[in-house]
């Protein structure tokens, strides 16, 4: 009954949790939105210690459920280990734990949390790696899926499905996503839980605390035979039966040993009530030889984690825009600064709380949002200006961000932040170039930065003349600094081509008008 209640709740969380980054039209984060805040690294980045208590007193309560029933990427791996077992069973069996990776990872961890070395967390963090696998492997899928219903509705003269871009956002996450994703279906496939028990920093932490939970699998040494069936099964490879010892730590409470036991010898109780059991019945109690932990040492490791997202600032956010063009072909332009979402405070603060699980990416209505490929910032969101600009009314990654790196905004904060200043280049203007008038920047500013001046001063290339062919004195952009928010709606409707004339840079530190 327990392993059925447990994969019933593990199944409702992952296809929740899954359904939130496959979800382009954005309607279901106002209903499932709640499960990527509740899990557990994004919490503690975003300093949310109503959830960081709960999963605490969680896991101290009953051991590591977090692993086995919230956390996507635990399930994603039962559900690769259940397909191995189907080829063969009783295929697992114990190994000690490996403490010195575990904790080794964990400290390397932490210190690239302090040091702001956003790729490494985020390509160990275990919600991201999971939002990363399904943005880029499973979300194409699913968006061909929905055209080829969507064209076969509008044969059909139905308006049910609408049609959606399919497109590669970046071709190293797609690239890590896809090797992660291999790697994890080999370790799960022939070992179960490895990653969670050797490499995963939250399977670590999560671990620690178990050793002290209320509830967990004990062994009667009286019932049992000990015919191994609960150590072949045990994807965790936690239980020695040949000592009835049981390593806490790496139990994540899947309660599979319970249900292939032939004699009923394990129960999910608690220590001293099993123990006081067993005297009562006459048998003397087992001394409990779990190993020997240095308490001093995990505390430490585990405070600092909690305390490694405590460098936060207020953030306010803003972006405006016009009119819907696009334009295709475009090269995006090397910017000295990148430009992060409104309500992202700073370059610090995002880098130091975005856990790259590519949610903002997944919602982004307009194709702004991407995973960067900077090193240092790998698989972190950027803004680019490509395939569309950040619309006013428009704050789905503010909205969606669990880990506090997207602060939540409403539409006038974002119309009041600068989170980034347009650059006119003078070459590639198509007044300057070709003669032409234009003026598609001034017309869909939408915070008025930009005006339309005489062109006097510069002598075209081509007859020196500083009228357009109808005669007319030709106009190029003046940009005002102070009012320019960044919105990206002059570089993306820029007909300029391949080069765009206008560009935005991105602002270190957002300010507010």
Known sequence: MLRKIRISLALIFFTGITLLFLDFTGTLHAWLGWMAKVQFLPAVMALNAGVIIALVLLTLIFGRVYCSVICPLGVMQDIMAWLGKKQKKNRYSYSPAKSWLRYGVLVLFIAAMVAGVGSFVALLAPYS??????????????????????????????????????????????????????????????????????????????????RFSWLRPVIDTDKCISCRKCERNCKASCIDIANHRIDYSRCVACMDCIGNCPKDAISYVHPKKAASEAHSAGAAPKADKTEAVDASRRGFLTASLMTAAAVTVKAQEIKVDGGLAKIEDKVIPERRTPIVPPGAVSLRHFAQHCTGCQLCVSVCPNGVLRP????????????????????????????????????????????????????????????????????????????????????????????????????????????????????????????????????????EVHRTM
Request: one cysteine or more; charged letters at 20%.
């Open 129 to 210: 790696s999971y939002g990363r696998i399904v943005s880029n492997l499973f979300a194409p899928v699913y968006g061909w899926s929905n055209n080829l219903l969507a064209l076969l509705a509008e044969r059909a003269d139905s308006y049910a499905f609408y049609e959606t871009d399919v497109w590669l956002r970046s071709l190293p996450t797609f690239i890590i996503a896809a090797v992660t994703f291999v790697l994890l279906f080999i370790l799960a496939w022939r070992n179960g839980r490895t990653y969670c028990n050797t490499i995963c920093p939250v399977g670590t932490v999560l671990g620690f605390l178990s």
């Open 372 to 507: 960067a490929t900077d090193l240092m910032r790998l698989m972190q969101p950027e803004m680019s200006y490509e395939r569309g600009y950040c619309r006013p009314e428009c704050t789905k990654c503010s909205e969606v961000c669990p880990a506090g790196a997207i602060r939540p905004i409403d539409v006038a904060e974002k119309s009041a932040t600068h989170i980034g200043h347009a650059v006119w280049i003078k070459h590639n203007c198509i007044p300057v170039r070709d003669g032409q008038s234009c003026g598609n920047c001034a017309r869909h500013c939408p915070a008025g930065a930009i005006q339309m001046v005489p062109l006097k001063g510069h002598l075209r290339h081509r007859g020196g003349r500083e009228d357009g062919n109808d005669g007319k004195e030709l106009m190029v952009p003046a940009i005002n600094t102070e009012r320019c928010i960044g919105c990206g709606a002059c570089e993306n409707l820029c007909p300029a081509r391949p080069f765009t004339a206008i560009y935005v840079e991105g602002n």
